[in-house]
C-alpha cells in the first residue's frame, strides 16, 4: 500500500474534478480519499479533534480543506469555526460557526445562541440568540432522530428577554430558512484552488486580497 503523508491525504480529501493528480516521489499517483479510505476516517478524526480541542496546524488545513467544499461539509465548518474561536480569533470563528449553522446544523446553531447571548464574536444580541436556541431545540433533523434537543440552551435567555423581545425571536425562528454556502469571493476560490492543487490551503498574502476605495 502507498504509504500517504499528511499532506496527500489532505489532497485526497481536497481534490475536485480536472485537478492535476498528485503523485508520490516514486512517480505513482497518489490514491484520493475515495480510493484509499472509502469511510472518510479522517473526516471523522479531524472534526471528532476539534470538538476535543486539538487544533494543530494539521488539522487545521485539512479542516478548512472540507469545510471550503461547502455544503455537505458543515461539521467542519463548524469544527474550523471552533478551532478559531479557542486560538482567539473569536470573529472568523464564529462566522464559520454561522455558517453551519444557516444550513440547519444543530450543533452550529445551539453555539450561534451561545455566542450571541456573550458576544462572542460577534454583537452581543440575546434576542438573536434566542432566535438561534428556538431553532436548534425546534430542529427537525434531531427531532426526526428522537434525539432530544439540550433545552438548558433556551433556559439561559430566561429573564434576559422582555415578551415582545421573545416574540420578535420566535417571529425571526419562524421566518428562518436555510441557506448554504458557497466559496465566491477571489480569495475563496484561490483557497479552494491550492486546496485541490497543491493539497493543502494557502493563507492569502496581502497582494492576493482586493483592494476597495474607500468612499469616505
Same mark, same amino acid.
Given at each position: ?7 496527500? #491525504? ?24 475515495? %480510493? ?5 476516517? #479522517? ?18 488545513? +485539512? ?64 434576542? %438573536? ?17 428522537? +434525539? ?5 440552551? +433556551?433556559? %439561559? ?10 416574540? +420578535? ?28 492543487? %497543491? ?18
Amino acid at each position: 500500500m502507498i504509504a500517504l503523508s499528511v499532506i496527500g #491525504l489532505v489532497l485526497a480529501a481536497c481534490s475536485s474534478g480536472g485537478a492535476a493528480r498528485k503523485r508520490d516521489s516514486d512517480g505513482r499517483i497518489i490514491p484520493t480519499l475515495a %480510493e484509499q479510505d472509502p469511510t472518510s476516517t #479522517l473526516y471523522a478524526k479531524s472534526v471528532s479533534q476539534a470538538a476535543h480541542g486539538e487544533c494543530d496546524s494539521e488539522i487545521m488545513d +485539512v479542516l478548512t480543506c472540507f469545510a471550503y467544499r461547502g455544503h455537505g461539509y458543515e461539521g467542519a465548518q463548524m469544527a474550523l469555526g471552533q478551532c478559531y474561536i479557542a486560538k482567539g480569533q473569536e470573529a472568523e470563528g464564529a462566522e464559520w460557526v454561522q455558517r453551519a449553522a444557516n444550513s440547519g446544523w444543530p450543533d452550529a446553531q445551539k453555539m450561534m445562541a451561545t455566542l450571541y447571548l456573550k458576544g462572542q464574536g460577534v454583537d452581543q444580541d440575546p434576542v %438573536e440568540g434566542a432566535k438561534w436556541a428556538k431553532l436548534y431545540t425546534r430542529n427537525p433533523s434531531l427531532l426526526s432522530l428522537g +434525539v432530544q434537543p439540550d433545552v438548558s440552551i +433556551v433556559q %439561559e435567555f430566561r429573564g434576559s428577554l422582555t415578551s415582545e423581545q421573545n416574540a +420578535v425571536a420566535d417571529q425571526r425562528a419562524s421566518s428562518w430558512v436555510p441557506s448554504y454556502w458557497t466559496p465566491t469571493s477571489v480569495i475563496d476560490r484561490d483557497v479552494r484552488r491550492s486546496c485541490a492543487v %497543491e493539497g493543502r490551503h494557502r493563507v492569502p498574502s496581502m497582494p492576493d486580497i482586493e483592494s476597495v476605495p474607500n468612499p469616505y
